[in-house]
């Protein structure tokens, strides 16, 4: 029920602005359409985005909704365990400030599962202070083993001499004034009991402030390369089969701050993806205030140029040929090479009428993409106006321009499967005729990843066209699914520079799926999963099933921040209050429910705890939690 304050209040703003939307708002909302009615009254401009959002409980609220396992239940389970996995954590300690020390180590201590070790490598003289705790710590605890080493070597010759030391199986890595949530390695225990293959196991996490306070969640998606590539997204709490951090020789002197980045990327040298694993709560609180400044915090520059060294070194072994570049706020881009010749690409443009808007969008392509091997289809859906035929008529005469009639009615499916099966590229590009091209790069930057072999669909960073002073906002970072009951545009309406969630909207990542709007995908791939569905999706939703498609036959589908076009969103569309409209929307909805329904509630590139209602990443509310077994998915803890 909360959540529809902020839809009424935002309706009463709208209404003397815009009626018009205003109405079609409260009409999608009546329907059960959040989502759809939302995004009306944010298009409307009457509306702010700071202004809609916020429906969603705060951290603390969230916190406190919370229903984990609490000690007594963890010993009822531990009881029936046979040979529960031995675990180890490693601290490197050095010169901290005592009271946070020992509030991480009582954390350990508070952990509701009994068989761990604390490793405490004491890097290089300490003060009085640390010293005193360190000597009542290693005698009040049998389980605290403190390594003393006389010089300074640094995070991570300190880490390496203790993985020496330790036995246990699996190594966990904390930092020495950050805390763990009491059941941090109970959940971990029971994920491995559910998956003893797991090698690298991870957390959610949280900031925690000097008052002890704990907020700004981050909340990951599940395992992603492409997106660990640009982001160490894993970060704490994180945990390690011991035998491959020897393996791959520990933690390496000279990545300091970047330390943590390139142990993962090398380890994947050893490590399966289904081999990561991903507990979905924030089980670590790393702490932040003006004494718990990191090496990262002094030595940013450095900090970047060992990360970016890093992911060059492991594109030398994956990737060869590959480039690691600075990209955007300061992350990490993979610029892949192009093959020469350059693969043959096939541009679809479907279109009926709308000749501003096709004009641009063709000239776009044909002037502004910086790709030769090209040609465009234009299908042509039944132009009615004689502008538009002769226009057609004439761009048809051009060198790699071809027309292709399909009169009819519209089916989006059927427009792109006609124009498909006529393609000579090996690359397809589904490109709406209201797209606008503003980055001469796009085409290079998509193909090249398209064509790798593991990924299938590939989509471009949208945005919208117009707004004050030039700014824009997005449209597209990739598709999450459940969002309004089927799938919605992940940090829709953001502004086009705002970081995002964890600066997501600006890092190339793995995601379930892409809008068809600028969708790139090898030819064959698109064949092999059967292309678009003209028979039962014929406007709506045809670009999600084919992307869970292409997922179902093994292929990655991947968003892409530096291909970045401005989309003027289904200005050829009719109304969508028009009765044959709103029958076939019901259809298509019916459709995804009854054939990716699990796929639907379980999005693997998002996180159970952040909102289905909203394309905001907002966090989940309790009854959310409570609908579709999602606080089941979160208790049983991996994923």
Known sequence: MAAAFPFLRSLLQALPHSPDSALRALYWRVLGKRVRAQNILLRSGAVSFSGYYGAGPSYAEWLRQQRGVDRAGASRELAGWQDPPPLALLMPLHRPRCADFEAAVESVRQQYYPHWTLHIGVDGPQEKAVDGCLERLQHSERRIRVHRFDRHGGICRTGNAVLEHIEAPYTAFMDQDDLLEPDALFAVARALRTMPGARILYTDEDMLDAAGRRYDPHFKPAWNRELLLAQNYINHLCVVRSDDLRAVGGLRPGFEGSQDHDLLLRLLQRVQDEEIVHIPRPLYHWRQHAGSGSFSDANDGRVRASRLRAVQEYLDRHEPGARAVPGHHGFCRVVRPLPQPQPRVTLIVPTRDRLPFLRRCVDGLLQRTDYDNREIIIVDNGSELAETRDWLEAIAGQPGVRVLAAPGPFNFSRLNNLAVAAADGDVVALVNNDIEVIDAGWLREMVANAIRPEVGAVGARLLY???????????????????????????????????????????????????????????????????????????????????????????????????????????????????????????????????????????????????????????????????????????????
């Open 465 to 639: 066209g117009g707004g004050r002073e030039g700014a824009r906002r997005l449209q597209h970072a990739g598709c999450i699914l459940g969002i309004g009951g089927v799938a919605g545009h992940s940090h829709k309406f953001f502004d086009e520079d705002a970081p995002g969630y964890f600066f997501r909207p600006h890092l190339p990542q793995y995601v379930s799926a892409v809008t068809a709007a600028c969708l790139v995908v090898g030819r064959a791939k698109y064949l092999e999963v059967g292309g678009l569905d003209e028979e039962a999706l014929a406007v709506a939703f045809n670009d999600v099933d084919l992307c869970l498609r292409l997922l179902q036959h093994g292929y990655r589908n991947l968003y892409t921040p530096y291909a970045t076009l401005v989309h003027h969103e289904s200005v050829s569309r009719g109304s969508d209050l028009s009765s044959d409209n709103r029958e076939r929307f019901a259809r298509e909805v019916a459709v995804m429910h009854s054939r990716w329904g699990d796929a639907l509630r379980r999005d693997p590139c998002y996180n159970p705890n952040l909102t289905r209602r909203f394309e905001d990443f907002s966090l989940a509310g309790e009854e959310e939690m409570d609908d579709g077994g999602v606080r089941d998915l979160v208790a049983r803890g991996m994923r």
